[in-house]
Each structure stands twice: as structure tokens, then as C-alpha cells.
């Protein structure tokens, strides 16, 4: 079977579109394309860490609640890579650092404790936010260059206009065809990339609040300690 490549702008081909473009909406075009396949990388990557990081979160979170021994859970999952367990051991490693003299100051380790997790959660959060400026940057800009591309494509058509000294249509079609093609990939790198921004932020949100929340359960635990007879997380 032979496939021919359709090369003939008035099929409204892609191809045909992007190779009788004047050299400027080409580049315009070829950017957006990068841009709409980087896109669905970082898309792509961000649905694997958060959801990896959501999943192994609930986990570690359960494990640790349905724990008696704050030392043993420590050693067995401290070094877990999730970011629960991070902010987990932020807690217990300032918690040893304010509880190792004779006399401690309730008040101080409880203030450090809060300052400690609330600077790991905040940690947490920036790495897995890490790329959606990218998909903020390219949903908010990508349309304006594809506007660019179709302007100068348009402005294109009508020194052809004035070239061949006719209003037909079939003069000034085929450029504005290949103009408004320019605004298409601009919306079609663009769309993706709003949606999976609004969909992360919300996700990575929710992580958040999660994340605070078991910093909060934790530190209210480590609290109770201070007032208790025996400081069983001190190591």
C-alpha cells in the first residue's frame, strides 16, 4: 500500500497547512508544538509524583496512627521517601535535639516543633510544585503566540492581495488558513495546560493540607509527652 503526503493547502491538511506557511508562523507553530509536548510531559510526570506521594502518604499516615512506639515506627519508616515521612522526621529530630538536656523548656520545644514541621511541609510542597509554573507559563502565553503567528499570517494575505490586485478568495485563503492553524496549536497547547495546572494545584493543595494536618496530630502527640512522666520519642 502507498501513502502519499498530502502536500495541498486546501485540504485543510496539518502538513499542507504548516509547510506552505511563510517562514515566521512556522517557527510560531513549531514552538507551540514543543511547547504542547512539553506540556504533556510535565503533566504526565506530575500525575505520577503526586499521586505517588498521595498514595504512600495515606499509607504512611495509617501505619503511624495504628503505632504505639514512636522510636520503633521511627526507625522501621523515618527514612521512607514520601513527604509525610519527612516532615515525620523533622518532628522527631527536633524533638531529640530540644529534649537531650536535664532541664527543657515546654514551651520552646513546643515552638520549635511547630516551626520545624511547618518548614519541612512547607518543603514538601515546593517540590512537588516544582513545574507548574511551566504549565501556568504556557497555558497563559501559548494563545497570545499563536495570535501572533495568525496576525502576521493575515498581514501576509493581504500583501498578496495587493501582489495579485484581486479580492478573490482564493487568493487569500490559503494564507488565512495557514494564519488561523497558527491560533489552533496556540489552543491546543494551551487548553491542556490550564487543565492540568487548575487539577495539580488543587491536588497538591489537598497534599498540603494533609501534610499539615498530620504536622498538627504530631505535634499535639509530642505535646502531650512533655506533660507525661516519660518522653518515649526522645532517642
Not at 502538513?15 to 503533566?43: N, P
Amino acid at each position: 500500500m502507498n501513502f502519499v503526503l498530502n502536500t495541498d493547502p486546501s485540504t485543510l491538511s496539518p502538513v499542507a497547512l504548516f509547510l506552505q506557511a511563510d517562514i515566521v508562523v512556522k517557527i510560531v507553530m513549531a514552538g507551540l508544538l514543543l511547547a504542547s509536548i512539553w506540556t504533556w510531559g510535565v503533566i504526565i510526570a506530575l500525575a505520577i509524583k503526586v499521586g505517588s506521594a498521595r498514595r504512600r502518604g495515606e499509607r504512611f499516615e495509617r501505619d503511624f496512627w495504628n503505632s504505639s512506639d514512636i522510636d520503633a515506627f521511627h526507625r522501621s519508616e523515618g527514612e521512607s521517601d514520601v513527604p509525610v515521612a519527612r516532615v515525620f522526621g523533622a518532628g522527631v529530630a527536633e524533638w531529640r535535639r530540644s529534649t537531650t538536656g536535664s532541664a527543657i523548656d515546654k514551651e520552646g520545644t513546643r515552638e520549635r516543633l511547630a516551626t520545624a514541621m511547618g518548614s519541612a511541609v512547607a518543603a514538601e510542597v515546593d517540590k512537588l510544585a516544582d513545574r507548574l509554573n511551566i504549565l501556568a507559563t504556557v497555558g497563559s502565553v501559548a494563545p497570545f503566540v499563536g495570535l501572533f503567528g495568525t496576525v502576521w499570517g493575515i498581514m501576509r494575505s493581504f500583501s498578496g492581495i495587493a501582489a495579485a490586485q484581486s479580492t478573490s478568495l482564493a487568493v487569500v485563503a490559503p494564507g488565512i488558513a495557514e494564519a488561523l492553524f497558527a491560533t489552533a496549536i496556540g489552543l491546543f497547547a494551551a487548553i491542556p495546560a490550564v487543565i492540568g495546572y487548575n487539577r495539580y494545584s488543587h491536588a497538591i493543595n489537598r497534599i498540603e493540607a494533609r501534610l499539615n494536618r498530620f504536622a498538627d496530630g504530631f505535634h499535639a502527640t509530642l505535646s502531650r509527652q512533655l506533660e507525661g512522666p516519660g518522653l518515649k520519642a526522645k532517642g
